[in-house]
Nanobody
Framework: QVQLVESGGGLVQAGESLRLSCAAS????????MVWYRQAPGKQRELVAA???????NYADSVLGRFTISRDNAKNTVYLQMNSLEPEDTAAYYC???????????WGQGTQVTVSS
């Protein structure tokens, strides 16, 4: 059974930091591209950061320089270090594992991040 379990969300003040984790099981983690998405109330889900199976990363312009995505294949875990948080970062954050060749696409249940001003 495939599971992606996010953790690390919470309520923080603007300027503070959080580290999200997404632990995967039931998949060959190392071959999957891992992506963090977020969805704020009333808005569409948006890509926040991604790391490929080869370790290449990309970020949304809104988080560039503040967020860092990383992966630990030995622990089957992807992380999102979020610094200098802003109220606009408030959203539910979702972990996604995707492999185009294997046609796999898995989602976690989400973790809430709330940033107060």
């Amino acid at each position: 059974q495939v599971q992606l379990v996010e953790s690390g969300g919470g309520l923080v003040q603007a300027g503070e930091s959080l580290r999200l984790s997404c632990a995967a099981s039931g998949i060959i983690f190392s071959i999957h591209n891992m992506v963090w998405y977020r969805q704020a109330p009333g808005k569409q889900r948006e890509l926040v950061a991604a790391v490929t199976s080869g370790g290449s990363t990309n970020y949304a312009d809104s988080v560039l320089g503040r967020f860092t995505i990383s992966r630990d294949n030995a622990k089957n875990t992807v992380y999102l270090q979020m610094n200098s948080l802003e109220p606009e970062d408030t959203a539910a954050y979702y972990c996604n594992a995707k492999n185009w060749l294997a046609r796999t696409d898995y989602w976690g249940q989400g973790t809430q991040v709330t940033v107060s001003s």
